[in-house]
């Protein structure tokens, strides 16, 4: 990366800390700190926001040691996207410095700080080994998480697990790709992504982890639809819910697409797509043109309120993608454990069930409904099936094609050896459902 270019990433990325710490998500920040730069430019300060939040807690941290007195928010800002960059990749302490010193130079509004954000970015140089072995003590550092996050997890994982998750969370994530099956294979794409100078590795059946990185604007054949990013464990969805040709399928929670558009890359159904969001249903829409799927049926309404758009048909076959704390995709998105709150657990449990029960009639005889829940929390995977079966005696744990059970939770893993799953992926909880006729 340029120094100019750097400078500009270290500047967009500080205003996007800045609406972050006014309750913006990290990709509503995104989005408004990238508007109006290049494909490039979006790339770059995506990278550098994701390792600004993967450091949040350290930076802050540091910060309260090496300054007598906060400086200014928008000096700050700066200051801990410097950070975080200096702790990930300190053999570029020397350019990082220089750039943010000119960053925060070129704007009016901080540059009578230079000199402050000097000294203190050459003294955390100068003292970066012994500052980060302290502050390593703090387990809301160590891990980049808020105490009562902490606790949660280790009561649910026990401490070993727990640790092991939240360790792996604190790397940064590989980038996993869905081949589109109805356009070329696992196989003949892997020779057009290796011909471009990348490695492959597959790690499910269509996925595969591209080395190094790289914008979609530079992955072989995403522009014309070869290729989507997707979480294995995120894939698995289509291989449970495997609905038979000519099936009516419901996605009811959709946007934005990526589970609609595996299941039309594998079967070929009678599909329709709901999200109560209308930008995010345009999402559906745009991902399933740009990979030449064919038509199905994308509505904007609310899953739960049934009256509002079902045409009285049952399903064969429904994926419940169900709202939740996204617990299980936090290497993902570090931003969630300073999002979430202990009372959204229960809160986002409420609205599952309430998902569920809503949608459970309008699955036909002998047909399936599939939950599916990004999170590790139990709350929201094995007891809230646990108490659904209880309350439904014409539902039973279905058998999926293969080898899977018809429920199981996933953590996040770097190498899961076990048969059947994917190699790398994140967390999820996945359920069967089968109706009794």
């Given at each position: 990366?340029?120094?100019?270019?750097?400078?500009?990433?270290?500047?967009?990325?500080?205003?996007?800390?800045?609406?972050?710490?006014?309750?913006?998500?990290?990709?509503?920040?995104?989005?408004?700190?990238?508007?109006?730069?290049?494909?490039?430019?979006?790339?770059?300060?995506?990278?550098?926001?994701?390792?600004?939040?993967?450091?949040?807690?350290?930076?802050?941290?540091?910060?309260?040691?090496?300054?007598?007195?906060?400086?200014?928010?928008?000096?700050?800002?700066?200051?801990?996207?410097?950070?975080?960059?200096?702790?990930?990749?300190?053999?570029?302490?020397?350019?990082?410095?220089?750039?943010?010193?000119?960053?925060?130079?070129?704007?009016?509004?901080?540059?009578?700080?230079?000199?402050?954000?000097?000294?203190?970015?050459?003294?955390?140089?100068?003292?970066?080994?012994?500052?980060?072995?302290?502050?390593?003590?703090?387990?809301?550092?160590?891990?980049?998480?808020?105490?009562?996050?902490?606790?949660?997890?280790?009561?649910?994982?026990?401490?070993?697990?727990?640790?092991?998750?939240?360790t792996l969370e604190q790397s940064r994530p590989p980038l996993t790709l869905?081949?589109?099956?109805?356009?070329?294979?696992?196989?003949?794409?892997?020779?057009?992504?290796?011909?471009?100078?990348?490695?492959?590795?597959?790690?499910?059946?269509?996925?595969?982890?591209?080395?190094?990185?790289?914008?979609?604007?530079?992955?072989?054949?995403?522009?014309?639809?070869?290729?989507?990013?997707?979480?294995?464990?995120?894939?698995?969805?289509?291989?449970?819910?495997?609905?038979?040709?000519?099936?009516?399928?419901?996605?009811?929670?959709?946007?934005?697409?990526?589970?609609?558009?595996?299941?039309?890359?594998?079967?070929?159904?009678?599909?329709?797509?709901?999200?109560?969001?209308?930008?995010?249903?345009?999402?559906?829409?745009?991902?399933?043109?740009?990979?030449?799927?064919?038509?199905?049926?994308?509505?904007?309404?609310?899953?739960?309120?049934?009256?509002?758009?079902?045409?009285?048909?049952?399903?064969?076959?429904?994926?419940?993608?169900?709202?939740?704390?996204?617990?299980?995709?936090?290497?993902?998105?570090?931003?969630?454990?300073?999002?979430?709150?202990?009372?959204?657990?229960?809160?986002?449990?409420?609205?599952?069930?309430?998902?569920?029960?809503?949608?459970?009639?309008?699955?036909?005889?002998?047909?399936?409904?599939?939950?599916v829940v990004c999170s590790v929390f139990e709350a929201e995977g094995k007891?809230?099936?646990?108490?659904?079966?209880?309350?439904?005696?014409?539902?039973?744990?279905?058998?999926?094609?293969?080898?899977?059970?018809?429920?199981?939770?996933?953590?996040?893993?770097?190498?899961?050896?076990?048969?059947?799953?994917?190699?790398?992926?994140?967390?999820?909880?996945?359920?069967?459902?089968?109706?009794?006729?």
């Amino acid at each position: 990366m340029s120094s100019v270019r750097l400078r500009d990433t270290i500047e967009r990325t500080g205003k996007a800390v800045g609406f972050m710490h006014s309750g913006a998500s990290l990709e509503s920040a995104l989005a408004q700190a990238s508007e109006g730069g290049s494909a490039e430019s979006r790339a770059a300060l995506q990278a550098c926001l994701y390792t600004a939040t993967r450091r949040a807690m350290a930076g802050n941290a540091l910060l309260s040691r090496l300054c007598e007195r906060l400086p200014a928010p928008a000096v700050k800002n700066i200051l801990l996207v410097a950070l975080s960059l200096l702790i990930e990749e300190p053999e570029k302490s020397y350019v990082t410095v220089s750039e943010t010193i000119s960053a925060v130079k070129k704007n009016p509004a901080t540059a009578r700080a230079a000199g402050f954000a000097n000294a203190v970015l050459r003294r955390f140089v100068r003292e970066q080994e012994e500052l980060l072995a302290a502050l390593r003590k703090d387990e809301t550092v160590r891990f980049n998480a808020p105490r009562w996050w902490i606790d949660r997890l280790r009561k649910e994982l026990g401490v070993t697990e727990a640790d092991a998750v939240m360790t792996l969370e604190q790397s940064r994530p590989p980038l996993t790709l869905r081949v589109n099956a109805r356009k070329t294979s696992v196989a003949e794409w892997t020779r057009l992504a290796e011909a471009a100078g990348f490695a492959v590795t597959a790690v499910g059946e269509d996925a595969v982890i591209l080395t190094p990185a790289a914008p979609v604007s530079r992955i072989p054949g995403f522009s014309e639809g070869l290729v989507s990013v997707q979480d294995a464990g995120a894939q698995m969805a289509a291989r449970m819910l495997s609905p038979k040709k000519g099936a009516r399928v419901l996605d009811a929670c959709a946007a934005p697409g990526g589970k609609t558009a595996h299941l039309l890359e594998r079967f070929d159904i009678d599909l329709t797509a709901l999200e109560v969001d209308s930008v995010r249903a345009e999402r559906i829409s745009e991902n399933l043109s740009r990979l030449g799927l064919p038509a199905c049926s994308v509505q904007v309404a609310d899953a739960a309120d049934v009256a509002s758009w079902w045409d009285g048909a049952p399903f064969d076959c429904i994926l419940l993608d169900a709202p939740c704390t996204a617990s299980g995709i936090v290497r993902r998105h570090p931003d969630i454990p300073f999002l979430r709150r202990p009372g959204d657990i229960a809160s986002l449990a409420k609205q599952q069930m309430a998902l569920l029960e809503a949608l459970w009639p309008l699955v036909n005889l002998g047909g399936k409904l599939l939950y599916v829940v990004c999170s590790v929390f139990e709350a929201e995977g094995k007891s809230q099936i646990d108490a659904f079966l209880s309350r439904h005696k014409d539902c039973s744990i279905g058998k999926p094609s293969g080898t899977l059970p018809g429920r199981f939770a996933l953590l996040p893993q770097q190498e899961d050896a076990r048969a059947g799953f994917p190699l790398v992926h994140d967390g999820f909880y996945y359920a069967l459902l089968q109706k009794e006729p």
